[in-house]
């Protein structure tokens, strides 16, 4: 069974930075997409950005383009999203998912999720 624990949440003040990382374990074999999603109080989570575990191409939303920036250390089996740039309005909880392939940007295709970090920007 694969599973991802997230961490590095926190409260940053806007402006900031805060790097979030995601450790996965069990089969690799199941999964070569990992990807950040996000849901805010009282929203429906949305897509921040993924990456692939073979050959490394990512895929942001417009949202967060150019402030986020996704990694992958696959020695590690852990992703990391750099967030520059902070503003309130990314406040929100930070969950790690992975899937077998493709950058798809649809929650629900994603088989595999963590607990969820948060992260909390004050103005």
């Known amino acids: 069974q694969v599973q991802l624990v997230e961490s590095g949440g926190g409260l940053v003040q806007a402006g900031g930075s805060l790097r979030l990382s995601c450790a996965a374990s069990?089969?690799?074999?199941?999964?070569?997409?990992m990807a950040w999603f996000r849901q805010a109080p009282g929203k429906e989570r949305e897509f921040v950005a993924a990456?692939?575990?073979?050959?490394?191409?990512?895929r942001y939303a417009d949202s967060i383009q150019g402030r986020f920036t996704i990694s992958l250390d696959n020695a590690k089996n852990t992703v990391y999203l750099q967030m520059e740039s902070l503003k309130p309005e990314d406040t929100a909880v930070y969950y790690c998912?992975?899937?077998?392939?493709?950058?798809?940007?649809?929650?629900?295709?994603?088989?595999?999720w963590g607990q969820g970090t948060q992260v909390t920007v004050s103005s």
């Open positions: 998912a992975a899937r077998p392939s493709g950058l798809a940007s649809y929650d629900g295709s994603y088989k595999y």
């Open positions: 990456v692939s575990r073979s050959g490394g191409s990512t």
């Open positions: 069990g089969p690799t074999s199941r999964y070569s997409t």
